[in-house]
Each structure stands twice: as C-alpha cells, then as structure tokens.
C-alpha cells in the first residue's frame, strides 16, 4: 500500500487560509484516488475531500464545499488542501487519504472504505 505523509497544518485566524501537502510513497501514485479526511476532538471522522486519478474529478463535503480545494500532482505524487476562509470548526486533525480504483468519481464517506491513511497534521483555528 501506499505510504502518505502529510504536512502544512498549524494555527490559523478565522478567515484565513493553509494549505496542506501529501507525498505519497511505496505505490503507483497516479493509479490511486487521493483525498482528505479530519477527525475533530470529540466526533467522527468526516470526509474533507477527495481528487480523481488524473485530477479531474473533485468531492467536497458540505461543511467545506466552496472554501477548500483538493488538487493533485502525480508527477509529485503529491496531493493538496488548499483551506480559505477558516472557521474554528474546521479545528482537527487532517489525514491524507488513498484508495485504488479505476474509477475516478467515486470518493467514500465512510473511512473504512480508503486503503491508506497518512499520520495526520493538526490544524488549528481560533474565533
């Protein structure tokens, strides 16, 4: 399986932005679905985002549609979070995700239906 590493969290003000990194390593980068969830103290995991094979197939879900873009590299085997307009409940743990497929415009909700899970970056947003 793929190995991911995640990179870019932090503290942000409500409003701004970050932007999350993902290097994949250990597999054929372009042949995976790549994508995003967070866990946030006290819930569920949620999916973030997900980016088709080639990059031209996006997911959000609802609680980030509009303000954060999902986009991918394979020449990099990198994939990004691009986050704007931050709210304090964007507060979490962000995992970069993968998950082998053909098909580019399926991204699972459920957590358990992605192979690979990176160690997670923390992000930090205050009011």
């Known amino acids: 399986q793929v190995q991911l590493e995640e990179s870019g969290g932090g503290l942000a003000q409500g409003g701004g932005s970050l932007r999350l990194s993902c290097v994949a390593s250990?597999?054929?980068?372009?042949?995976?679905?790549m994508g995003w969830f967070r866990h946030a103290p006290g819930k569920e995991r949620e999916f973030v985002a997900g980016?088709?094979?080639?990059?031209?197939?996006?997911s959000y879900g609802d609680s980030v549609e509009g303000r954060f873009t999902i986009s991918r590299v394979n020449a990099e085997n990198t994939v990004y979070l691009q986050m704007n307009n931050l709210k304090p409940e964007d507060t979490a743990v962000y995992y970069c995700?993968?998950?082998?497929?053909?098909?580019?415009?399926?991204?699972?909700?459920?957590?358990?239906?992605?192979?690979?899970w990176g160690q997670g970056t923390l992000v930090t947003v205050s009011s």
């Open positions: 250990g597999g054929v980068f372009s042949l995976h679905t």
């Open positions: 980016v088709s094979w080639n990059g031209n197939g996006e």
């Open positions: 995700v993968a998950r082998a497929s053909y098909s580019g415009t399926y991204f699972p909700g459920n957590p358990n239906d992605w192979d690979s």
